[in-house]
T-cell receptor
């Protein structure tokens, strides 16, 4: 049973560019959340997707957007990249069938470097 | 808003030493509490959790007790191993609404032989 898979694992962009990160949730999971982990910091919640809708959002600008597909996979898009967007982006999946206490499973992350 | 405060690291220990990593939280109501571990180059793994006051979470020799009176969830292990070297994150999640996790800044543990 594959866990949460993310791609790409590493990427380098320049300021002003756009990036798309991808996530496939654990089998049987229908909810995907994205977190940003800056170097030396704890992960910060970006947003969560369920039934192809964004249902909660953290304190991130509109440059950060997402999408969830019918197969529950998800994309995170960041436009007009800034140096401060350099971070590890983590995807986490969970199942609504398990309710609010269901465990979140994390992928290994996509490390974005903005030059 | 909700927040988690962890002791700053790094924590440097010799193998078989005792470990305590302090964690306190601020939240409305009674959240669930978690410890996650991040090994070098990897994502987050759930280490243990507690969902209500006085619950004790345990896994792989690690323990933490949910203390409502002190709003704390300290991580302990009686005898650490070199393989325990990692970054440990304390986190909370409200038990209503959506499953957003609020993390502390992490504590790096370095265990030497």
């Amino acid at each position: 049973d594959a866990g949460v898979t993310q791609s790409p694992t590493h990427l380098i962009k320049t300021r002003g560019q756009q990036v798309t990160l991808r996530c496939s949730p654990k089998s049987g999971h229908d909810t995907v959340s994205w977190y940003q982990q800056a170097l030396g910091q704890g992960p910060q919640f970006i947003f969560q997707y369920y039934e192809e809708e964004e249902r909660q959002r953290g304190n991130f600008p509109d440059r950060f957007s997402g999408h969830q597909f019918p197969n529950y996979s998800s994309e995170l898009n960041v436009n007009a990249l800034l140096l401060g967007d350099s971070a590890l982006y983590l995807c986490a999946s969970s199942s609504t069938r398990l309710g609010v206490t269901g465990e979140l499973f994390f992928g290994e992350g996509s490390r974005l470097t903005v030059l | 808003g909700d927040s988690v405060t962890q002791m700053e690291g790094p924590v440097t220990l010799s193998e078989e030493a005792c470990l305590t990593i302090n964690c306190t939280y601020t939240a409305t109501g009674y959240p669930s509490l978690f410890w996650y571990v991040q090994y070098p180059g990897e994502g987050l793994q759930l280490l243990l959790k507690a969902t209500k006051a006085d619950d004790k979470g345990s896994n792989k020799g690690f323990e933490a007790t949910y203390r409502k009176e002190t709003t704390s969830f300290h991580l302990e292990k009686g005898s650490v191993q070199v393989s325990d070297s990692a970054v440990y994150f304390c986190a909370l999640r409200r038990n209503t609404g959506f499953q957003k996790l609020v993390f502390g800044t992490g504590t790096r543990l370095l265990v030497s032989p």
